[in-house]
Nanobody, 129 residues
């Protein structure tokens, strides 16, 4: 059984930075797609970023347009960890952020939440303007 545990959320001023972490356990980690989604109050859960391991230290990352150039997703397969570095935060980034794992992806970007069968409990990120 896969378990995902997020950490690193909090309250930050607009323009600030936060780093989210997600610890995975229970499966061979490296071959699965990892992603971050977020859900703001009253809104649908939306894709933020995903990272695909290619080989060695080579990864491919995909981002939703609103975070490109500000957020960076990364993973450390040796530690079963995935990270989301968030810079230049905006009030509209306020949401609960979820780590997710997909065994199979319907697209190369793997941005559909239905592709993900495992989810963490979420961590709150609040950006004050």
């Amino acid at each position: 059984q896969v378990q995902l545990v997020e950490s690193g959320g909090g309250l930050v001023q607009a323009g600030g930075s936060l780093r989210l972490s997600c610890a995975a356990s229970g499966r061979t980690f490296s071959s699965y797609r990892m992603a971050w989604f977020r859900q703001a109050p009253g809104k649908e859960r939306e894709f933020v970023a995903t990272v695909k391991w290619i080989s060695g230290s080579t990864y491919v990352a995909y981002y939703t347009d609103s975070v490109k150039g500000r957020f960076t997703i990364s993973r450390d397969n040796s530690k079963n960890m995935v990270y989301l570095q968030m810079n230049s935060l905006k009030a509209e980034d306020t949401a609960v952020y979820y780590c997710a794992l997909a065994q199979y992806c319907s697209t190369d970007e793997c941005g559909f939440k239905n592709d993900y069968g495992y989810w963490g409990q979420g961590t709150q990120v609040t950006v004050s303007s």
